[in-house]
């Protein structure tokens, strides 16, 4: 290993190598390492049953969640680390988990049975780099490869199809030929994945830097998994403030969209996936997608909700979904900010940002206008000025004694806060009740 290894898992190492056991890194750690990357954690495989384990580590405190599967992990100075036993797996009959797994005391078996060469690598300091399928070298070649054979890779767990997505979006490499045609061929066994697991890796994928041209060569996958997509691809969009169909122009937002959460970059993806049923050609042959906005709201909420996403989630990415498209500048800035809630707000000049780049080159100039959109939301926020109806000057009560009743009551407030949003009146009790008309 080339960059320090973190002391907890020199402890686990020794340990383990010290009872008589072998034992190595594995798997990530190994890969980040290589790339010069800081590893977020440290797997250890061994060929220590998990009963040897728990007696090396005895004098720690142990989690046993995995301890069927072989894992059990031992917190050592307030650092969980997992320490799995050398497995060989049976057959996969239901696409996605071994039948049966038994303990080797091979580490070649365990390395056999991981889904790309990048990941098949392991290190001990007895041993060095242990490498028997060249991850080494595609590291070199930013290539992604398939462990074996890929069609039988894939046939086991179809997952590894959207973690081969995942990988090749994030650690930027390219898949190999014969990785990808497995890819594409084997996407209807994803059918076999849960829900939630396709949302996370499709949300690792999208975070993506090279999520633009990963999705573009495996659009037929994503349609697989989120066929509500499906209409989007070579829908037109002819129009001058138009370059490309809504497809590519998707991709190009989720391109520059900026920074890369995963509340952003999926609203980049589905921000316009209500044009397709909103489109309609005019006369002189332009299209037109009126209130594609709340259509795409809706189905985003329905796409990520089939995908088991937590009800925050949803809320934020079909809040963004719904309100992209609006003129964003220094005048609309507290209203957008009202509309939307402020937590959102920075996050909607971003996607705005990314939208309006990847129009026609004549629309680039309303993006002139979104530094001082943001200028003001943060001053506004900064400065507590009015942004809701709690903030506003003036109240119920006092509309009451005015004479209003009923559903006049709430119209005029949102008439006063408008005002006030929009600066044509301060946040003043005495100014606002001008404003209103007496019963």
């Known amino acids: 290993m080339h960059l320090p290894i973190s002391p907890q898992a020199q402890y686990a190492l020794r340990a383990l190598t010290d009872a008589g056991f072998q034992a190595f890194l594995v798997g990530g750690c190994v890969r980040d390492d290589l790339m010069g990357v800081q590893p977020h954690d440290y797997d250890i495989t061994t060929d220590a049953t998990p009963d040897d ?56 078996d365990d390395l056999m049975r991981r889904d790309f060469t990048v990941n098949a690598m392991a290190w001990s300091e007895a041993t060095g780099l242990v490498d028997p399928y060249g991850g080494e070298a595609d590291l070199g070649r930013k290539l ?39 890819m594409h061929e084997l996407a209807p066994r994803l059918s076999l994945v849960s829900r939630e697991r396709i949302f996370t890796e499709l949300t690792g994928a999208l975070e993506g830097r090279r999520a633009m041209a990963v999705l573009d060569e495996f659009h037929d996958v994503l349609f697989t998994v ?20 809504v497809w590519v122009h998707t991709l190009n ?50 796409i990520l909700t089939s995908l088991k996403a937590s009800n925050a989630f949803v809320k934020d990415v079909t809040t963004l979904v719904l309100w992209h498209d609006e003129k964003l500048n220094a005048q609309t800035a507290k209203l957008l900010m009202y509309r939307v809630g402020p937590e959102r707000f920075e996050a909607l000049v971003s996607l705005r940002r990314a939208d309006i780049m990847a129009h026609a080159p004549r629309v680039f100039k309303d ?60 946040n003043d009790r005495d100014e606002l009740l001008g404003y209103v008309n007496p019963a």
């Open 253 to 302: 937002v989720l391109d520059q969209v900026t920074p890369r959460t995963p509340v952003l970059t999926w609203a980049a993806l589905l921000h316009d996936c209500g044009k397709p049923q909103t489109r309609m050609r005019d006369r002189k042959g332009f299209d037109h997608y009126p209130q594609h906005q709340q259509a795409g709201a809706k189905l985003a909420g329905e």
């Open 367 to 426: 993006a002139d206008a979104l530094p001082g959109a943001l200028a003001r939301g943060q001053q506004a926020l900064r400065d507590h000025e009015c942004l809701s109806l709690k903030d506003l000057a003036v109240n119920g009560d006092d509309l009451l004694r005015l004479g209003l009743r009923g559903p006049a009551i709430r119209d005029t407030l949102e008439d006063l806060l408008l005002r006030v949003l929009k600066d044509e009146a301060r």
């Open 144 to 182: 992604l490869r398939a462990v074996g054979d890929p069609r039988r890779r894939f046939e086991e767990d179809a997952l590894r199809i959207l973690r081969g997505m995942r990988f090749a979006s994030r650690l930027e490499f390219q898949l190999a030929p014969e990785t990808a045609e497995a």
């Open 53 to 108: 384990i728990k007696r090396v580590f005895a004098h720690c405190r142990l989690v046993l969640d995995g301890e069927k599967h072989g894992t059990v992990s031992p917190v050592i100075d307030g650092e969980l680390t997992e320490i799995t036993t050398f497995r060989a797996d049976g057959d996969y009959t239901d696409g996605r988990h071994p039948d049966t797994v038994r303990f080797s005391k091979k580490l070649g």
């Open 226 to 245: 989120v066929p509500e997509l499906f209409p989007l691809y070579m829908c037109p969009q002819k129009s001058v403030y138009h370059r490309w169909d």
